[in-house]
């Protein structure tokens, strides 16, 4: 079936410390792939992007590595700010029809000064 | 420009009740989706509007009914609101990077 997960749910880290966000993803038909932030009590705001014909993209402070042999994705921050606690969620999607986001749970990275 | 807009940001029903969720978005999109999202759960997909004129159920339609009125807007209606439909209601628009609105918060009694 499809389905897309996370292996932490809580993540605490130091400020100014890289912190690694997983997700697990079981779809190998899956094309795309995102990475949204949910901070407290608004809507999930994108973070970045992935095509499956990459392993690697980079933007500012954020990475995300794609390893399809393991349908693995994960999310890296560099120096982590106290503004980049949040839920990080990972999305799959499935083309076809319509694009069909598929959402793991979520985690929560905490930030300790 | 305002992105992604709904109304209300919160609202209580008694079990029963009927009310619809608003959502507009101001960026031209043609897909539109409402998701809901409960705790410790990620968004769950309720219905989709993959361009005007057009609706199509998601992952958990029952007790759900949507308009995609224009190409602005798409509306959420809960007929006779339930319990189980406590939850945070998220409009979106666009079609791969998915922008969505601040939520509504519904619980029912």
């Known amino acids: 079936g499809e389905s897309v997960g996370l292996h932490l749910p809580t993540l605490s880290v130091q400020e100014g410390d890289n912190s690694i966000i997983n997700c697990a993803y079981s779809?190998?038909?899956?094309?795309?792939f995102i990475w949204y932030k949910q901070e407290s009590g608004k809507g999930p705001q994108f973070i970045i992007d992935?095509?499956?014909?990459?392993d690697k993209r980079q933007g500012q402070r954020v990475t995300v590595l794609l390893n399809k042999t393991v349908k693995h994705l994960s999310l890296q921050i560099a120096a982590t700010q106290p503004g980049d606690s949040a839920v990080y969620f990972c999305?799959?999607?499935?083309?076809?029809?319509?694009?069909?986001?598929?959402f793991g749970a979520g985690t929560r990275l905490a930030v300790h000064p | 420009n305002a992105g992604v807009t709904q109304t209300p940001k919160f609202q209580v029903l008694k079990t029963g009740q009927s009310m619809t969720l608003q959502c507009a978005q101001d960026?031209?999109?043609?897909?539109m989706y409402w998701y809901r999202q409960d705790p410790g759960m990620g968004l769950r997909l309720i219905y989709y509007?993959?361009?005007?004129?057009?609706?199509d159920k998601g992952e958990v339609p029952n007790g759900y009914n949507v308009s995609r009125l224009n190409k602005r807007e798409f509306s959420l209606r809960l007929e006779s609101a339930a319990p189980s439909q406590t939850s945070v209601y998220f409009c979106?628009?666009?079609?791969?990077?998915?922008?969505f609105g601040p939520g509504t918060r519904l619980t029912v009694t």
């Open positions: 999305a799959e999607i499935v083309s076809g029809g319509y694009n069909k986001l598929i």
């Open positions: 779809n190998s038909a899956s094309d795309y």
């Open positions: 992935i095509r499956s014909n990459m």
């Open positions: 960026m031209n999109h043609n897909s």
């Open positions: 509007s993959a361009s005007e004129g057009t609706t």
């Open positions: 979106a628009s666009n079609s791969y990077e998915q922008y």
